[in-house]
């Protein structure tokens, strides 16, 4: 009923810069929050930064400054622009929405991407 497809991920010397993008499709009636969040190996999952469908963005401690989340509320799409990439930023990194889907009697649901790697080299 609903994908998110993330893209953007790679591998970038530290220093750089990566894009990710997230589009979600399907039988979308609304979207409220569309976020980031990243697993490195042996590590649990944690939010990177998330935006509220009116541009409202929040960031965990270790990315503000680096990172910029934003949307296009005509595409559905969420993107994180990463600049100032660290080795500790290496993680897969998922894309996640608060969606009301176009169906009687939907409620709002949380889903996610399948995930894109992104690894930073020293």
């Known amino acids: 009923q609903v994908q998110l497809v993330e893209s953007g991920g790679g591998l970038v010397q530290a220093g750089g810069s990566l894009r990710l993008s997230c589009a979600a499709s399907?039988?979308?009636?609304?979207?409220?929050?569309m976020g980031w969040y990243r697993q490195a190996p042996g590590k649990q999952r944690e939010l990177v930064a998330r935006?509220?469908?009116?541009?409202?963005?929040n960031y965990v401690d270790s990315v503000k400054g680096r990172f910029t989340i934003s949307r296009d509320n005509t595409k559905n799409t969420v993107y994180l622009q990463m600049n100032s990439l660290k080795p500790e930023d290496t993680a897969v990194y998922y894309c996640?929405?608060?969606?009301?889907?176009?169906?009687?009697?939907?409620?709002?649901?949380?889903?996610w991407g399948q995930g894109t790697q992104v690894t930073v080299s020293s």
């Open positions: 935006i509220s469908r009116s541009g409202n963005p």
């Open positions: 399907g039988i979308i009636f609304s979207i409220n929050y």
């Open positions: 996640n929405a608060d969606i009301l889907l176009k169906v009687s009697g939907s409620r709002w649901n949380d889903y």
